[in-house]
């Protein structure tokens, strides 16, 4: 566990791709042809937060990994910083072990978004978008669409996505994972994919 203060003072002065990172970098590049490697910072951003995470228990970007991206793409550092301002997915600061991004779009707030932000809230003594748990274990951040609509709302923690939410649902799930429990990704309702969440309305025949 990694405490608030430990976060909040963690400082990265350099930055190496390690040999986890470097194993999976030829496959990157090589999806660009030669002189367009520029076109790889999504992905390779993507790889130096998640060594981050992997070695710091914090996914985010301190500035000597963008500049170790743009010496490896041979491309301003300036660059590299832009595009990891613009997308939300990449982390800026240190945050917490799960990242609690709670989409508030219109179908997730028409589904009750309202109550998942709340449960989210009450759990971890959050009160603002952006703000890690004294704990340190959360982070919360407000998203746009996750496009997952139809199994609104969605709560996504780190890479996974926790559809058909409400209020105890969230207050379930926090709790798990705050005693060391993952607990499948998917619908609380316990439906497959987007199915109805009544069940099945057609096909019930056994003739069908």
Known sequence: M???EALESLRVEQFAFDEASEAAIPAILTKYPEGRQA???LPMLDLAQRQMRRTTGS???PVAAMNEVAERLRMPPIRVYEVATFYLMFNRRPIGKFHLQVCT???CWLRGSDEVVAACRKSTGIAGWGETSKDGLFTMTEV???GA?????ILQVNDDFYEDMDGPATENLLAALRHGDVPPAGSALG???SAPADGRTTLLGNGC
């Not at 609509?149 to 709302?153: D, I, Q, R, Y």
């Open 59 to 61: 996914a985010w970007l």
């Open 39 to 41: 076109s790889a910072v």
């Open 149 to 153: 609509c139809v199994n609104a709302p």
């Open 105 to 107: 779009t219109t179908p």
């Open 144 to 146: 746009e669409c996750l």
């Open 191 to 193: 439906r497959q994919g």
């Open 2 to 4: 990694i405490e608030k």
